[in-house]
């Protein structure tokens, strides 16, 4: 069965604080996402990565970097956290031209 | 790029109405629908998935219907029960590229 795990589900950080979000699948999938959930928006995409090293900008990048080192771990950072990106985070893998299957998502709370 | 947007955002019916969500998609090349299903507190988890060479797909009391002309498909649900009550999200995808989700529509089924 397809796992896609992430490193925390709860997180609390202080404004301008440095924030990683982990996130691994087993799938060996090519692709990997990074999407925020917020009430009344649905998913937004930040970032994506379609292999190892490869990131792509999504529709709200602002504020945040990738990294990927190895095909089935895909990190979210935020550099400087501010309290407009508490939200929930939620990673996903799949293969090209496939579905995507979803992590079981981070709440983030930046204070 | 797409755009998808989704109505209505809530939905109440009575246990074993029928429940109908709609989407629309702006960009008539795009050949990929999936429909997530996202419980309380939960990950969202495929449903249904339909592409653009099909106008229909069931699998037991949920169907999707694609109309490529009108650029709009729905998901249908029979005979409602109090566990079908989530958010549920449609996506569009063009080729190989990244899919492009509706704002949500909170479905609550009442006994």
């Known amino acids: ?111 | 790029g797409e755009n998808v947007e989704q109505h209505p955002s809530t939905l109440s019916v009575q246990e074993g109405d029928s429940a109908v969500i709609k989407c629309t998609y702006s960009d008539s090349a795009s050949n990929y629908f999936p429909w997530y299903k996202q419980e309380l507190g939960k990950r969202p988890q495929l449903i249904i998935d339909i592409r653009s060479n099909v106008g229909e797909k069931k699998d037991q009391r949920i169907a999707v219907t694609l109309n490529k002309t009108a650029k709009h498909f729905s998901l249908h649900i029979t005979e409602t029960q109090p566990e079908d009550s989530a958010v549920y999200f449609c996506a569009a995808r063009l080729g190989y590229s990244t899919l492009t989700f509706g704002k949500g529509t909170m479905l609550l089924v009442s006994p």
């Open chain 1, 1 to 111: 069965d397809v796992k896609v795990t992430q490193s925390s589900r709860y997180l609390v950080k202080r404004t301008g604080e440095k924030v990683f979000l982990e996130c691994v699948q087993d799938m060996d999938h090519e692709n990997m996402f990074w999407y925020r959930q917020d009430p009344g928006l649905g998913l937004r995409l930040i970032y994506f990565s379609y292999d190892v090293k490869m990131k792509e900008k999504g529709d709200i990048p602002e504020g945040y970097s990738v990294s990927r080192e190895k095909k089935e771990r895909f990190s979210l950072i935020l550099e400087s956290a501010s309290t407009n990106q508490t939200s929930m985070y939620l990673c996903a893998g799949g293969r090209a031209g496939e579905t995507q299957y979803f992590g079981p998502g981070t709440r983030l709370l930046v204070l």
